[in-house]
């Protein structure tokens, strides 16, 4: 069975752009987590789902981030606009039931804001 | 507020002996603890956990060791080998919840 998948691998974007991150989940898992990896803080979270609602978005910095589910194997983490700042490695995961405590990677998007 | 703390960025072992990487928490309230290997360009793949309540779990080459009491967890590697060169974080889940708080990482290098 394939793994996570994530499109793009790599993003460059000029400021102010919209940067739309993509992310399939292992068939079957119920929930779904983005994370973004700087540095400075490590592996954040920013939001998860759980049977495609949003459970909790508490880690999203700012308006200028956005994310959806709409249907079981397909999200979307958009940024709009776009800053310096949010260059980093955005990761989606999956586990299969709330229950779970090990969540799949995907191998990550490099997004780098100029 | 950083309730999971890898307080070492990196660590290099030569390749036979013991790596010892070292995790602190803040918050009491969990039910496991989560170590993950990460290798460049690549996601974060599990490697071990442990329970709240057991104080050593072992898999192989690698056993986690937790201290209540002080709050701090540690992962061994023995042997290490130059295949376990890469980032590992722990992270920590709460009761009742299935979000994982993640450490800053330690970067082991196994030398030859």
């Known amino acids: 069975d394939a793994g996570v998948i994530q499109s793009p691998r790599h993003e460059v974007t000029e400021m102010g752009q919209e940067v739309t991150l993509r992310c399939k989940p292992i068939s079957g898992h119920n929930s779904l987590f983005w994370y973004r990896q700087t540095m400075m803080r490590g592996l954040e979270l920013l939001i998860y789902?759980?049977?495609?609602?949003?459970?909790?978005d508490s880690g999203m910095p700012e308006d200028r981030f956005s994310a959806k589910m709409p249907n079981a194997s397909f999200s979307t983490l958009k940024i709009q606009p776009s800053e310096p700042r949010d260059s980093a490695v955005y990761f989606c995961?999956?586990?299969?039931?709330?229950?779970?405590?090990?969540?799949?990677f995907g191998p990550g998007t490099r997004l780098t804001v100029t | 507020d950083q309730q999971v703390k890898q307080n070492s960025p990196s660590l290099s072992v030569q390749e036979g002996r013991i790596s010892i990487l070292n995790c602190d928490y803040t918050n009491s309230m969990f039910d496991y603890f989560l170590w993950y290997k990460k290798y460049p360009a690549e996601g974060p793949t599990f490697l071990i956990s442990i329970s709240s309540i057991k104080d050593k779990n072992e898999d192989g080459r690698f056993t986690v060791f937790l201290n209540k009491s002080a709050k701090h967890l540690s992962l061994h590697i023995v042997p290490s080998q130059p295949g376990d060169s890469a980032v590992y974080f722990c992270a920590k889940r709460n009761f009742g919840n299935e979000k994982l708080t993640f450490g800053t990482g330690t970067r082991l290098t196994i030398i030859p």
């Open positions: 995961a999956s586990s299969p039931t709330r229950d779970s405590y090990e969540q799949y």
């Open positions: 789902f759980n049977n495609n609602v949003p459970i909790d």
